[in-house]
């Protein structure tokens, strides 16, 4: 019987590196499937699927690494920690979904600041650098890559 300081068999400690190995690698193949969906303007040498592509590759590759050399850690995170992070998802998951709709300022912003929020922020804090990091953003990708982002509706020419 394992008993509360006894460590987990090092066996069972690296099924939840597999698990998130396989999560990943599912998640690395469905951007790299997506971003091919995604139309590249007239005379643009990097289109938009260029940056999910990036994503996907080193993402894929720590994938098979987890799947195929687990780390041993022998606990779970803690209660908090899973909360977090199941939060971290839906915030995650909102923002796939909002882009479009609001466009990349607004729910960038609204994206950036739930996530500095859920690591501890508080609102001043989280506000401030969400609006700098939202800002920032959309002049690297708009301006210095010329990627074109969502624009919120009713703004565009």
Not at 44 to 50: D, I, K, L, R, S
Not at 86 to 92: A, M, R, T
Request: aromatic share 10%; hydrophobic share 55%.
């Amino acid at each position: 019987m394992i008993g509360a300081d006894t460590p987990p068999p090092r066996e069972h400690a690296a099924v939840g590196d597999r698990i998130v190995g396989i999560l990943l690698a599912v998640i690395a193949a469905g951007a790299w499937w997506h971003s091919h969906t995604f139309v590249t303007g007239f005379m643009h040498t990097v289109g938009p699927g260029a940056f999910p592509r990036l994503v996907s590759i080193p993402l894929g590759l720590l994938s098979v690494y987890l799947i195929v050399r687990p780390g041993f850690n022998q606990r779970w995170p803690e209660h908090s920690a899973l909360l977090r992070q199941f939060g971290l998802l839906v915030v995650l998951g909102a923002y796939a979904a909002l882009l479009e709709p609001w466009g990349f300022l607004p729910a960038t912003l609204l994206a950036t600041t739930m996530l500095v929020r859920l690591f501890g922020a508080n609102w001043k804090q989280a506000m401030g650098s969400s609006a700098l990091l939202t800002v920032a953003l959309y002049l690297l990708f708009e301006f210095a890559l010329g990627i074109p982002l969502p624009d919120i509706p009713g703004m565009s020419d």
